[in-house]
Every structure is written in structure tokens, then in C-alpha cells.
């Protein structure tokens, strides 16, 4: 769906810029998705989905324009395939494996919830996490893992090749609760997966980031 909406705020979160984006025609979207934004320059500026509800979606943006709060911009969303968080999950690891967690943040509420414990592991933990969230240094992956249900991470394409040695096992390797990987890259494309940048090997063959994920199942991963 493209649509047109207004910037509502604008404020700086762990290195990326956090827009509201208010329009009555905007609706929830999945934690993991993306978006483009498109200002009077057509410039496409791509967002992960930090929070949503129905009328308002705030993007965590890598790089900001010149953008006002009370400016209008065309944005196109939803775009990708987001984390799919179990309902029974109640043992929950978000893995923060590059500085930007921001495609993990919008799965804290959603699990606290639903009545799970949830532990962030990452080397730059934000600062507004709720309370009740536990907090673990990236060297403690493995720990955190045999105790999870349920894992999600995110990494920039290209570094999950890092993860069988970060986690201890391999894709398929041996039992291990249900892992959700977020590949983060520039889908400035918004999905039409012409360019090749972001070819991700899976069991199934070569596929694209910004079409078949960025959200990937790390059973899926050849690795």
C-alpha cells in the first residue's frame, strides 16, 4: 500500500532516528516488516517498524533527510516478512548483534504480554527497556539459547555467517528452540529484488532479503 502521511515527531534512538508517521489509513504492522519513505524529492528512505498501531507507525530511519516535523511524505508499507512471535512463547531471547536492535524492539511488548520472560542480549542495550527485561552481554548467546523457547535476532547481511559459532550449532544441527533471523540491509528497492545485493543462501536456493525476508528462519539459512 502506498499512502500519504504526516511526520509527526522526529528523536534520535542508539544511533538511528526514530519518525512518527500519522494517517487514519495507516494500520498495524508486524515487528521485522520495513517501509519506505518517499519525500518531494522521490528520495526513498527505508525504515524498519519500531512501533505501530492503527493511524500511527514510527520507523527507526538509519539516515535522516531534511524532514520537518508537520511535512507530509508518501510512504509505502507494508513491505517484507516480520518475526513471528509464538503465543506459548514464554522464554524469550532478543539478540542484538549489531549496535541498531531497533527491528527487536517492537517484540518487548508483544512478549511481556503474553506473560514471558524476555532477556536482551547485545552489546549496546537501550536505555528506555522496560524493567522487567533482564540484560546479557553478547558472550552469554549460547547460555541464553539452551534456555529460550524462542529467539529473534538481527544482523546486517552477510553476518550470519558468524552465527553458528555465536550460537554453538548449526542450522538443523541439533534440537533448538525456534530461531527468527532479521537480515538487515538497503531494500531501497522496496522488494522488487532486481538488483541481487541482498541474495541470501537458503536451503531452498538463493532468495532475496527485501522480498523473501528480511525475517528468515535459522533452520532455512545454509550456513
Not at 15 to 20: E, S
Not at 171 to 187: C, S, T
Amino acid at each position: 500500500m502506498e499512502t500519504t502521511a504526516i511526520i509527526e515527531e522526529i528523536r534520535s534512538w542508539q544511533g538511528v532516528f526514530l519518525t512518527a508517521l500519522r494517517s487514519e489509513r495507516l494500520t498495524p504492522l508486524q515487528p521485522g516488516q520495513y517501509a519506505l519513505i518517499y519525500s518531494t524529492l522521490a528520495l526513498a528512505v527505508q525504515g524498519n517498524v519500531f512501533a505501530s498501531e492503527k493511524g500511527r507507525v514510527v520507523l527507526a530511519v538509519k539516515t535522516l533527510p531534511a524532514w520537518q516535523p508537520g511535512e507530509t511524505v508518501r510512504v509505502r508499507l507494508p513491505l517484507g516478512k516480520g518475526f513471528q512471535l509464538p503465543p506459548a512463547a514464554r522464554q524469550v531471547a532478543l539478540l542484538a548483534l549489531q549496535p541498531d536492535g531497533s527491528a527487536l524492539y517492537p517484540l518487548l511488548r508483544p512478549a511481556l504480554r503474553q506473560g514471558a520472560a524476555v532477556v536482551w542480549c547485545g552489546r549496546q542495550p537501550p536505555l528506555d527497556l522496560p524493567a522487567e527485561v533482564e540484560i546479557a552481554p553478547i558472550e552469554e548467546t549460547g547460555r541464553i539459547l539452551a534456555w529460550a523457547d524462542y529467539a529473534a535476532a538481527c544482523i546486517e547481511i552477510g553476518g550470519e555467517a558468524s552465527l553458528p559459532l555465536l550460537f554453538g550449532f548449526r542450522p538443523q544441527e541439533r534440537h533448538n528452540p525456534l530461531i527468527e533471523v532479521h537480515l538487515q540491509g538497503d531494500f531501497i528497492c522496496g522488494g522488487i529484488a532486481a538488483c541481487g545485493v541482498c541474495a541470501v543462501h537458503t536451503r531452498k536456493g538463493w532468495v532475496f532479503a527485501c522480498q523473501d525476508g528480511p525475517v528468515f528462519n535459522y533452520n532455512q539459512l545454509e550456513l
